[in-house]
C-alpha cells in the first residue's frame, strides 16, 4: 500500500516539474507569473519570436435585475502583440457571464476560470498570426 502512494507521489511529481521550453516569448510587466504560465503552455509549439505587452482584464457588470440577484458580466482580455517585423496587433477577447453573486470566494474564483479561458481564446488568436 505504501509503494503503491509512493510510485503515485514520484510520477505526479515528476509531472508537475515538467520544464516548458518558451525562449520564444517575450512579457512586459502587466503579465502575473500565473498569466506568464498559461501563455507558455498553450504557446509552446509556436517556434516565432512573440512579445506580448500590456495585458488588461477587465470587467462589467451590466443588466442588474429589480431584487439586485441576478446579473450579467462581461469580462474582457486585451494585449499587444509585437511580430518579428515589427507590427503592434491588437487582440481581445470577451466572454459574458450570467452569475447571482457579486462578491464572494465563488466569484473570485470564477473571474480566474474565465481569465484562462479567454487566455486560450487570445491563444488561438496569436497561433493565427504566427504561423
Given at each position: 500500500?505504501?509503494?503503491?502512494?509512493?510510485?503515485?507521489?514520484?510520477?505526479?511529481?515528476?509531472c508537475s516539474i515538467t520544464n516548458i521550453d518558451t525562449n520564444n516569448l517575450d512579457f512586459d510587466d502587466s503579465f502575473s507569473n500565473s498569466d506568464k504560465f498559461q501563455f507558455n503552455k498553450c504557446l509552446s509549439n509556436t517556434n516565432n519570436e512573440i512579445k506580448l505587452s500590456n495585458l488588461?482584464?477587465?470587467?462589467?457588470?451590466?443588466?442588474?435585475?429589480?431584487?439586485?440577484?441576478?446579473?450579467?458580466?462581461?469580462?474582457?482580455?486585451?494585449?499587444?502583440?509585437?511580430?518579428?517585423?515589427?507590427?503592434?496587433?491588437?487582440?481581445?477577447?470577451?466572454r459574458l457571464n450570467t452569475t447571482n453573486y457579486i462578491s464572494s470566494n465563488m466569484a473570485d474564483s470564477e473571474k480566474k476560470v474565465i481569465k484562462n479561458l479567454l487566455i486560450s481564446d487570445i491563444c488561438k488568436s496569436i497561433d493565427n498570426y504566427a504561423k
Amino acid at each position: 500500500m505504501f509503494t503503491r502512494n509512493l510510485t503515485v507521489l514520484i510520477f505526479l511529481s515528476s509531472c508537475s516539474i515538467t520544464n516548458i521550453d518558451t525562449n520564444n516569448l517575450d512579457f512586459d510587466d502587466s503579465f502575473s507569473n500565473s498569466d506568464k504560465f498559461q501563455f507558455n503552455k498553450c504557446l509552446s509549439n509556436t517556434n516565432n519570436e512573440i512579445k506580448l505587452s500590456n495585458l488588461q482584464f477587465n470587467y462589467l457588470a451590466e443588466n442588474i435585475n429589480s431584487q439586485g440577484l441576478e446579473f450579467n458580466t462581461r469580462y474582457i482580455l486585451s494585449l499587444v502583440l509585437k511580430t518579428q517585423d515589427s507590427v503592434d496587433i491588437r487582440i481581445d477577447s470577451m466572454r459574458l457571464n450570467t452569475t447571482n453573486y457579486i462578491s464572494s470566494n465563488m466569484a473570485d474564483s470564477e473571474k480566474k476560470v474565465i481569465k484562462n479561458l479567454l487566455i486560450s481564446d487570445i491563444c488561438k488568436s496569436i497561433d493565427n498570426y504566427a504561423k
